[in-house]
């Protein structure tokens, strides 16, 4: 094993942790498809679309990206659909619950990125759940897939975030994540999903189904695509790596080829378990990193191609790490995960 160095039963967690315009959110083909505002510091409506490049700052009003056109329905699920777990009005100001480290820039750019490419006519969000099953269930409006795309016909990665199974923590823990790969020319998908250990990870299956289903549309290449989670986001990855779609409700569909998990105290494993790269702080109070240490230590024992990483000083949900000692994790995960490709 490199570097520093399913699920349990009825999937009890602790919750505590250790674990477009209109036009931008439209369905492929066969799928079905508070903080007081503030004028985004580009006045949009009184600039030409052609003209604005970069409508928010970080004195932007969360509402007001919520709100904006461009995302159409999509814009209430950029931030915690439970305002209760995240605080601050502004992009700047912005803290979620369980996080650390959050960086007002990275924030910024998301938003920024994904208000162009919806502006431009792109495809930023999909819905995973017809509206008739969104009427039967209507927890399920609170899901889908926000697209960072990256280069036609690349493999894809699909991101999820921790949040305790309470909420969706995207902003810190999956969109960053996302778009760096998308950077990277990796096709790039962030879940948004149900809390709960079991409904997230049905969620993660249908998602996981969805962008087989519409390979074709969505360009992507499905041959070893890969799962990233932060904390509980961590733990669907490694269950649907574990068992595959097909367990959690999905299709019959390949197990991941590679599983990419941070800060958790997920210990459950099976002996075909995808090789999986790991990282978190030693000074994480909600997931010991001897803990994920220990998990990987065992796939390793099986045979099983493993990578981990354990910072010192650091505490949980850091996300990319920028301006910490973790900085450049991602790249390492990366090339974990390209190496599974040659084999």
């Known amino acids: 094993m490199k570097g520093n160095g399913c699920l349990a039963a009825g999937l009890c967690i602790l919750l505590c942790l250790a674990g477009c315009r209109s036009q931008g959110k439209a369905p492929l083909p066969g799928a079905d498809s508070a903080p007081e505002s503030s004028a985004p510091a580009v006045p949009v409506d009184s600039v030409p679309a052609e003209e604005v490049t970069e409508p928010f700052?970080?004195?932007?009003?969360?509402?007001?990206v919520m709100d904006d056109p461009v995302f159409g329905?999509?814009?209430?699920?950029?931030?915690?659909?439970?305002?209760?777990?995240?605080?601050?009005?502004?992009?700047?100001?912005?803290?979620?619950?369980w996080y650390n480290n959050?960086?007002?820039n990275e924030t910024v750019e998301i938003v920024n990125t994904l208000w162009q490419r919806a502006n431009a006519g792109e495809t930023v969000f999909?819905?995973?759940?017809?509206?008739?099953?969104?009427?039967?269930d209507p927890g399920k409006a609170d899901t889908g897939l926000f697209f960072f795309k990256g280069n036609p016909g690349e493999k894809f990665a699909l991101c999820n975030a921790g949040g305790g199974f309470a909420y969706v923590?995207?902003?810190?823990?999956?969109?960053?994540?996302a778009l760096t790969l998308s950077k990277q020319g990796y096709n790039a998908f962030a879940l948004i999903y149900r809390p709960g250990a079991q409904t997230a990870c049905e969620d993660l299956a249908r998602a996981i189904s969805f962008i087989f289903a519409h390979a074709q549309e969505l360009e992507v290449d499905t041959g070893c695509y890969s799962l990233w989670g932060g904390s509980a986001g961590a733990r669907m990855a490694a269950w649907l790596g574990s068992y595959g779609p097909a367990a959690f409700g999905g299709d019959d569909l390949p197990r991941p080829g590679a599983v990419i998990?941070?800060?958790t105290g997920h210990t459950d494993y099976t002996e075909n378990d995808p090789p999986t790269f790991a990282c978190v702080g030693e000074s994480d109070g909600i997931a010991n990193w001897h803990t994920m240490e220990r998990r990987l230590q065992a796939l390793d024992g099986l045979g099983i191609a493993t990578e981990f990483h354990h910072y010192p000083d650091l505490p949980h949900g850091f996300g990319l790490g920028t301006g910490t000692v973790a900085e450049g994790w991602i790249n390492q995960a990366v090339v974990f995960w390209e190496a599974q490709m040659m084999g």
């Open 57 to 64: 700052d970080a004195n932007t009003s969360i509402q007001a």
């Open 73 to 97: 329905d999509a814009g209430r699920l950029l931030f915690p659909v439970d305002s209760r777990y995240y605080s601050g009005s502004t992009l700047g100001e912005l803290r979620l619950t």
């Open 102 to 104: 959050i960086d007002p």
């Open 126 to 136: 999909y819905d995973i759940y017809t509206d008739e099953e969104k009427a039967e």
């Open 169 to 177: 923590g995207a902003m810190q823990d999956s969109f960053p994540h």
């Open 261 to 263: 998990m941070q800060y």
